[in-house]
C-alpha cells in the first residue's frame, strides 16, 4: 500500500488538521478590523454605482418606451 492509498482514519485526520492549524498566522484584531471596514465600505461604493447605473438605464428605458 502506498502513502495515498492508506485507509482513511478520523484520528490521524485530526491529528495532522492540529497540527497544520497551528502552523496558521492569525491577524491581529486591528487588522481584521480594519479588513472588515474595506469591505464594508466596497460594498457601500459598489451598491451606490450600481444604483446610479440602474437609475440612469431605467430613466433611458422609460424615455425610448415613451416615444
Known sequence: MTDTAKKFSIKRYFRETKAEMKKVSWPEKKEV?????????SIVVIGLALWLVDLVFAKGLDLFLRR
Do not use: G
Open 33 to 41: 478590523l480594519q479588513h472588515t471596514q474595506v469591505v464594508i465600505i
